[in-house]
């Protein structure tokens, strides 16, 4: 029955997605490694010359997931193999046996980061649907602890593990840290991240979300009606009205 649930739920994330112009899927073109590429320059971080190489062939050895909204792409992540780069031994001293799958280089546009997460949920349910049809149990990931929080509000099986950064001699790995780039490492098995049961959730936030936003256009129409009633001028300059709401959330 659980299987059931999660085909169907993500056959509805699908249909909600097109209906809001977005697409995601596994990047499978020259054209779609370069807007991954493009969009992680403009909207991640930049490292210095001398470890531009290491960065580089850290990301030819994983699979690329992209989002669009309307052609144009919004959103990224990688998933790394660790049988061909074991990223989270070389850099932070875990994983030696390399049963996790890492998580690398989540990336979201700025302007399309808001409180239901859509995009990278969008962009997890793109994983998970590769990881099950491709037998990957269960992913890690080292980044900042906001990620983390961010992940675990949909999952809470998460397990994190004490990483002693500062005492790994390793260029990129000092680099990271001294730049807040690595906080939290944790893992996750891929059969906890419940597309159904995170589905629920998503929907429960856009209707608080849109319950807020009913009770503030209420608001508004309310004393609307109490200034016409009145005979105060509508657009009096002392007339305040609420700005945008505090919603947005960035990971």
Known sequence: MGNLLNKLTLMCFNLIALTKGYRFKKV??????????????????????EL????SAYKKSAINFVAYYNGLPVGMVRLADPRVIN??????????????????SLV??????????FVMLGLFKAMYA????????SWNSCGARNVYLTVRRFCKKIETEEVNFAAIENPLTQYLYTNNIIETYFTMNVAAFD???????????LAKRWSVYDSLR????????????????????????PGKLPLEKSY
């Open 195 to 205: 597309p159904w049961g995170i589905f629920r959730k998503y929907i429960n936030k």
């Open 87 to 104: 990223r989270p031994y070389e850099l932070y001293g875990m994983d030696a046996a390399g049963d996790h799958h890492e998580i690398q």
């Open 108 to 117: 979201v546009k700025k302007e399309f980061r808001d409180g239901t997460q």
């Open 218 to 241: 209420h608001g508004i129409f309310y004393q609307l009606a109490v200034a016409r009633k009145s005979g105060i001028p509508l657009f009096k300059p002392d007339i305040k009205f």
């Open 52 to 55: 531009k190489a290491q960065v």
């Open 28 to 49: 499978s073109s020259t054209r779609e490694i370069e807007d991954a590429n493009q969009l992680y320059s403009e909207e991640a971080f930049s490292f210095p010359d």
């Open 130 to 137: 590769y990881s099950i049809s491709h037998g990957v149990n």
